[in-house]
Structures are given as C-alpha cells and as structure tokens.
C-alpha cells in the first residue's frame, strides 16, 4: 500500500497468486496424458507378449486334438526373443512327428498291400488241395477260417491306413443318409436271422449329408455289425435317425444293443484300433481284430462329425455319430 500525497489517496497494489483450484484442471490433464502415454505403451507390450502366445497355444491345442498340420505363426512373429525361438522348437518337434506319423502309416498301408497277394495265392492253393483231397482225409476247415480271418484282417488295416492318408473324404457328394441307413438295417436285419436277433430301424426320412457315401457306409456297417456280434440271442438292436432341429451336427444317427456294453473307463478307447474290451472278449469268445470302430470313427471324422458310445441305462451298449446336415437336391420330393 503506497500513500499519496497530492491528491490524497491511497494506491492499493494486489499481486494475485494462482490458487491450487485453478491449476487443478491442467495438473489433471498432465497426469491424464502421462497415464495416457503409459497405458498404450502397457497395452502394446501385453499385446506383443500375450498375442504370440496365444496363437502359440491355439497351436499347440490343435496338434494335441490331432490336427498334424497345427504349426506355430513363426513368419508373422519376426522378433528373435524366447518366445521365437519356442515357436521355432515347437514346429520342429510338430515336424519331426507329422513326419514319424506319416511314415508308420505308409508302413502299415505297405506292409498290408504286400500280405494281401501271398494270402490270396495261399487261399486259391487251399481251395484247389481241398477238391484234390482224398476220401476220407482230415478237412482243411481250420486252415481255410483262419485264412479267411487273415484276409479280412489285411483288408481293414488297407482300409483304415488309407483312411489315416486322407485329409478329407475323397468325394462330397449329396448323400441320401435315410436310403443308406435303411439299406444298411435290411442288411444286417438279413445277418441277424440265423442268430435269433432281429433290426429295429427308426428313421426320419429325407436327411441328407455331404461327404462320401462308401466311407458313410463301412462306418455304419461297422457299428451295427458289432451291435448284432456283441448282442445276445433273442434282443433286437434298434438303429435311429433322425434330424436335430439346430446345431453344427444336427444329423443323429444312434445304434443300440442289448449286449454286455462296455467298461466305463474303456468307452474312450475302443476307437482306437487293436482296442478290443475284455468284457466282450469273454462274452463273445471270438471276434476280430479290434479296427472296425476305428474305421469307423476315422470316416466319421473325415465327415467333421463325431462319434461316441455310452452304455445306456438298462444294459447294452449305445453308439451315436452326430453329422453335419446337407440341404436335399432341388428336385427331391419328401
Ligand atoms: N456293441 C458292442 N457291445 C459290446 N462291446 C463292443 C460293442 N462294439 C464294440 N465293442 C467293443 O469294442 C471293441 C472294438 O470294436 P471294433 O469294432 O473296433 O473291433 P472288433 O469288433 O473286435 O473287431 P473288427 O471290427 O476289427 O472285426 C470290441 O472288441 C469290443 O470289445
Ligand atoms: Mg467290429
């Protein structure tokens, strides 16, 4: 405050300091920008470690579900850290067993082609001996059953190494799956006569799949043959079709017996080939060579369908494929 003489007067001079109030909106924006600048960078850095590795995993998944083409993205992650480099170790070990895979399988497809034509020169060599025996010799029925159990036996094994050769089914065509599971039923209703069973199809007609009808075939007559092996005497087995009204795979198709069913714990794995339960094998004293159901679940899923069995309330066993539906051909009439 300075006095004034002339005239009289006070002159009053006021310096305002800027309050904390007032600088508040900047400070806010200043901190907000920084925690701005910190976060990209943050999110950047989670994305550029965890988006790696998650394709990494989805990788990894897809091998473990049997997927051998499953590699790691390694021409798009360009960076020489550790998960590069885990990329790298996972694709090798991926090649490395793609290509053991691949070359059991051409073993087995070879070794099977090869037994085939010493097997059929062995049975043609049987059949001409047995019309030359003399009277009254010892007959070669044993020989010539378990000649027969051998050629059926290099079939499958052809059949199911070609089937672990393909990637896809080797056509895609329109497949009337009602037609086919109703002439697989008058078959097998036919086998079942001579031992007492009998056939009891359920089928909604006019579904149709896509995909390759022989393949869809030997899968089904898999399933119901060992439905009318495995089934006691006097049972029927029943084999169901029909349509779910949404779903990836609305295409039911269920068979099921009234034989001994199968273990729970085995229930998984015989799809796997040579799989055979010891229940069954007791029951039946005979049978084959355990490949029938993984024929079956290799077409299956050549078809991206699923198969699966469940040993249903009231005994028996119960095998269920599910399919991806097809619409029918313009001019079919329901
Ligand atoms: N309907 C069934 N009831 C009871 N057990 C079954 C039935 N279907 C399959 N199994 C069991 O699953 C095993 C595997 O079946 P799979 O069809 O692969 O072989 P298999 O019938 O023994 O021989 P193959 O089909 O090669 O002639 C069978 O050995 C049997 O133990
Ligand atoms: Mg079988």
Redesign the pocket.
């Given at each position: 405050m300075v006095p004034l003489e002339n005239p009289p007067g006070v002159l009053v001079l006021q310096a305002e300091w800027p309050s904390w109030q007032s600088a508040l909106p900047a400070l806010i924006l200043r901190v907000g920008a920084v925690l701005l600048v910190v976060g990209v960078m943050a999110w950047q850095l989670a994305h550029h470690i965890s988006r790696p590795l998650l394709q990494l995993r989805e990788a990894v998944r897809r091998f473990a579900s049997g997927d051998m083409r499953a590699r790691a993205p390694r021409q798009a992650y360009r960076h020489k850290d550790e998960i590069g480099a885990l990329m790298e170790d996972f694709n090798a070990m991926a090649d490395r067993m793609q290509g053991l895979l691949l070359s059991q399988r051409r073993l087995l497809g070879d070794v099977s082609h090869e037994l085939r034509s010493p097997l059929t020169r062995a049975s043609l060599a049987l059949a001409l001996a047995q019309k030359q025996l003399p009277e009254g010799a010892a007959p070669l029925d044993r020989v010539e059953r378990e000649l027969h159990r051998l050629e059926e036996l290099v079939s499958?094994l052809l059949s199911l190494s070609s089937l672990n050769m393909m990637n896809r089914p080797a056509r895609n065509d329109l497949v009337d799956l009602s037609t086919l599971v109703r002439q697989v039923a008058e078959d097998g209703a036919f086998e079942a006569e001579s031992g007492g069973k009998q056939v009891e199809p359920h089928l909604t007609p006019g579904i149709w799949v896509r995909g390759d009808e022989s393949l869809l075939r030997s899968a089904l007559e898999?399933v119901v043959r060992?439905?009318l092996?495995?089934a006691p005497g006097g049972t029927s087995v029943g084999i169901d079709l029909r349509r779910e009204p949404s779903g990836a795979r609305p295409v039911r198709l269920a068979v099921r017996?009234w034989?001994?069913?199968?273990p729970d714990g085995d229930l998984g794995s015989?799809f796997r080939p040579f799989?055979?339960?010891e229940r069954?094998?007791e029951r039946t004293g005979e049978?084959?060579?355990?490949?029938?159901?993984?024929i079956a679940a290799r077409a299956v899923k050549l078809h991206r369908g699923i198969i699966r069995a469940e040993n249903p309330s009231g005994g028996g066993?119960r095998v269920e494929m599910a399919l991806p539906a097809a619409d029918p051909p313009e001019d079919f009439e329901a």
């Open positions: 499958s898999n060992n439905a092996r495995y017996d034989g001994p069913g199968v015989i799989v055979r339960s069954a094998r049978g084959g060579a355990g490949l029938g159901l993984a066993l």
